[in-house]
């Protein structure tokens, strides 16, 4: 199986990202089985699911179209900067560049930045606002890697069968 196109990459990662988003929060309303056993008490799992944060300011679908516009828009950014991993050497300068992006990308969603597109004041009154500045960097960062980890993953399997 060859490479995926482009439009299949940002595809998967728009349904990948807005699937997270989804467990997230069916765990966190109970319907899934929870997942601290995985996140622990992270302080970004504590923002989202906080009463009055995050998830309960938004309705489910829309956080869930939020999470893959978000993971889309990084993903368009990372695939025009480098090549989707064919190996190992090229999967470290991808996912190098996936952290940076990731990071840099919530530039635009934060109110905190001057360069806040002011579209996401929700998450920037919640989310944002609770980890601060570095923080939300970090772990907007961590979720572009868990993202594409997970497109590599299954790209892979997908190549398997």
């Excluded at 309705?59 to 990084?74: M, P, Q, R, S």
């Excluded at 360069?115 to 960062?141: A, E, Q, W």
Aim: charge should be positive; glycine fraction near 8%.
């Amino acid at each position: 199986m060859k490479t995926p196109t482009r439009c299949t990459l940002l595809t998967l990662t728009f349904l990948i990202t807005g699937l997270f988003d989804a467990a997230l929060q069916l765990a966190d309303r109970g319907w899934l089985p929870p997942v601290t056993w995985i996140v622990g008490d992270s302080d970004w799992y504590i923002a989202l699911t906080k009463e009055g944060g995050y998830f309960d300011r938004h309705t489910a679908l829309a956080a869930i179209l939020l999470a893959g516009i978000a993971g889309f828009g990084a993903q368009a950014i990372i695939l025009s900067l480098v090549d989707f991993p064919s190996g190992f050497r090229s999967s470290f300068k991808f996912f190098l560049v996936t952290f940076i992006i990731s990071a840099l990308f919530g530039l635009l969603m934060n109110d905190a930045y001057v360069t806040s597109t002011k579209l996401f004041p929700i998450i920037s009154n919640t989310y944002y606002r609770d980890l601060g500045k570095l923080r939300s960097m970090v772990t907007d960062g961590e979720s572009g890697l868990i993202v594409n980890l997970t497109l590599l993953i299954l790209i892979r399997y997908m190549r398997l069968l």
